[in-house]
């Protein structure tokens, strides 16, 4: 078993940063693929990027360029620095965890944390 916890979220102006945090606790983390997802009210559910044990990264289309994922194995924790921030990114934002592969579905993460809220104003 993994858990998540994010951290980091809160209100900013469009054009501001961002960094959240993801801490897990259980069993081994650095084999783990770690994924961040957003939903907004009446929206699906977002993939936001993920990143392998291998550091390898992937990004949705609506945060490429704007949106870094990193992880310090050390700490057990995976980073999502925001920046450039616009009023749509506002969501809740959770992390995933799984052994697999990375995934841009939902369905291919195990484990989750209980989201953290970003708000972004014009």
């Known amino acids: 078993q993994v858990q998540l916890v994010e951290s980091g979220g809160g209100s900013v102006q469009a054009g501001g940063s961002l960094r959240l945090s993801c801490a897990a606790s259980?069993?081994?983390?650095?084999?783990?693929?770690v994924a961040w997802f957003r939903q907004a009210p009446g929206k699906e559910r977002e993939f936001v990027g993920a990143?392998?044990?291998?550091?390898?990264?992937a990004y949705g289309d609506s945060v490429k360029g704007r949106f870094t994922i990193s992880r310090d194995n050390a700490k057990n924790t995976v980073s999502l620095q925001m920046n450039s921030l616009k009023p749509e990114d506002t969501a809740v934002y959770s992390c995933?965890?799984?052994?697999?592969?990375?995934?841009?579905?939902?369905?291919?993460?195990?484990?989750w944390g209980q989201g953290t809220q970003v708000t972004v104003s014009s």
């Open positions: 990143i392998s044990w291998s550091a390898t990264t």
């Open positions: 995933a965890a799984t052994r697999r592969l990375i995934s841009l579905s939902a369905l291919g993460y195990d484990y």
């Open positions: 259980g069993r081994t983390f650095s084999d783990h693929t």
